[in-house]
């Protein structure tokens, strides 16, 4: 699904080898949601079969030999390690790790439970036109929606403007900060989002400043 929505139509075909039950079983699950053109460029083997369909569409003498195809390294090496590269474990120092600086840590910062299918705004009374938003949010774990709305009166019944469009945003590993210039008094509204979640509800700390507009005295 990733690479669907981000590379649309660069995918030519895939084969997935040695697929296991449990591999067809997630992948009838998830089938529904990719487009049809993607399904017809997949082709799911287990364990038997696959070298025999491999040959019919990639010259033996190019498909490499663990492959089931003829070519090998200079020294025989059916794995072709000098052409291919075989995945491997990633070295720990480029594991992504949490910022040592937490704002759970900081006693400033607030806490927001945002539970499963649901969402929470946080609502700020901008007095001055000119006045800015300073936040600064992080998870616990997993990811949150986050988006900025405004409304000209605390009323339920006004209309919300979106003026930073609602995205899935990773903060377990470092915080989100953002710095908004408000164009008109009203209520702003910071929107923790969590209703794609049929699971997790998600731990959130925050930090949020209305500033007043800088006055020049030139």
Same mark, same amino acid.
């Given at each position: &699904? +990733?690479?669907e929505? %981000?590379?649309?139509?660069?995918l030519? $075909? #895939?084969?997935?080898?040695n697929? @296991?039950?449990?591999?067809?079983l997630?992948?009838?699950i998830?089938k529904?949601?990719?487009?049809?053109?993607?399904?017809?460029?997949?082709?799911?083997?287990?364990?038997e079969?696959?070298?025999?369909?491999?040959?019919?569409?990639?010259?033996?003498?190019?498909?490499?030999?663990?492959?089931?195809?003829?070519?090998?390294?200079?020294?025989?090496n059916?794995n072709?390690?000098?052409?291919?590269?075989?995945?491997?474990n990633?070295?720990?120092?480029?594991? &992504? +790790?949490?910022?040592? %600086?937490?704002?759970?840590?900081?006693? $400033? #910062?607030?806490?927001?439970?945002? @539970?499963?299918?649901?969402?929470?705004?946080?609502?700020?009374?901008?007095?001055?036109?000119?006045?800015?938003?300073?936040?600064?949010f992080?998870?616990?774990?997993?990811?949150?929606?986050?988006?900025?709305?405004?409304?000209?009166?605390?009323?339920?019944?006004?209309?919300?403007?979106?003026?930073?469009?609602?995205?899935?945003?990773?903060?377990?590993?470092?915080?989100?900060?953002?710095?908004f210039?408000?164009?008109?008094?009203?209520?702003?509204?910071l &929107?923790?989002?969590?209703?794609?979640?049929?699971?997790?509800?998600?731990?959130?700390?925050?930090?949020?400043?209305?500033?007043?507009?800088?006055?020049?005295?030139?």
């Amino acid at each position: &699904m +990733t690479y669907e929505a %981000n590379y649309p139509e660069r995918l030519k $075909t #895939a084969y997935i080898i040695n697929a @296991s039950v449990y591999f067809s079983l997630i992948f009838s699950i998830i089938k529904p949601l990719l487009s049809g053109n993607t399904i017809k460029k997949i082709s799911i083997h287990g364990k038997e079969g696959w070298k025999e369909n491999l040959v019919e569409v990639i010259d033996a003498d190019v498909l490499p030999g663990f492959l089931g195809g003829n070519r090998t390294d200079p020294d025989g090496n059916a794995n072709c390690v000098q052409s291919v590269k075989h995945g491997q474990n990633i070295p720990k120092e480029y594991y &992504m +790790t949490k910022s040592v %600086n937490r704002l759970k840590d900081q006693p $400033t #910062a607030k806490r927001l439970i945002v @539970s499963r299918k649901s969402k929470t705004p946080i609502e700020l009374e901008v007095d001055e036109s000119g006045s800015t938003i300073e936040y600064e949010f992080e998870t616990d774990s997993k990811d949150i929606g986050f988006g900025l709305f405004y409304k000209e009166t605390a009323n339920n019944k006004c209309e919300c403007v979106e003026l930073i469009p609602k995205q899935r945003i990773d903060t377990h590993l470092s915080s989100e900060t953002g710095l908004f210039l408000c164009d008109k008094a009203g209520i702003y509204m910071l &929107m923790f989002d969590n209703t794609y979640s049929w699971i997790h509800q998600k731990e959130i700390y925050y930090k949020v400043q209305v500033s007043p507009p800088v006055i020049n005295l030139n």
